[in-house]
Nanobody
Framework: QVQLEEFGGGFAQAGGSLGVSCVVSGRTDRSYDMAWFRQAPGKEREFVSAITWNGGRTHYSDSVKGRFTISRDNAKNTVYLKMDTLKPEDTAVYHC????????????????WGQGTQVTVSS
């Protein structure tokens, strides 16, 4: 079992930047692919980005590609999401997710979830 806790987020104006991070605890002796999802009020949860266990491959949704950057520091058991050129439609609760390492980076199969952190972008 792993536990995930998100940090960061907050408020930004359109065009600005924010960062969120996620600390993994528990069974950190295993290798985990990590991902970020988000959910806006009244909308379904949406995949944002994923990174393989060793950081070698990343994957982004079309809506954030070129604006967001996912990274990880396995020595700190932490995954990051840097969000630039923010838009009001990026407003959502951002959730960190983990799964046991797989052969490819995808947007499905995540078993462990954090509680989320709010990101609000004003126009």
């Amino acid at each position: 079992q792993v536990q995930l806790e998100e940090f960061g987020g907050g408020f930004a104006q359109a065009g600005g930047s924010l960062g969120v991070s996620c600390v993994v605890s528990g069974r950190t002796d295993r290798s985990y692919d990590m991902a970020w999802f988000r959910q806006a009020p009244g909308k379904e949860r949406e995949f944002v980005s994923a990174i393989t266990w060793n950081g070698g491959r990343t994957h982004y949704s079309d809506s954030v590609k070129g604006r967001f950057t996912i990274s990880r520091d396995n020595a700190k058991n932490t995954v990051y999401l840097k969000m630039d050129t923010l838009k009001p439609e990026d407003t959502a609760v951002y959730h960190c997710a983990a799964r046991y390492a797989m052969a490819s980076v995808t947007d499905y199969g995540y078993e462990y979830w954090g509680q989320g952190t709010q990101v609000t972008v004003s126009s």
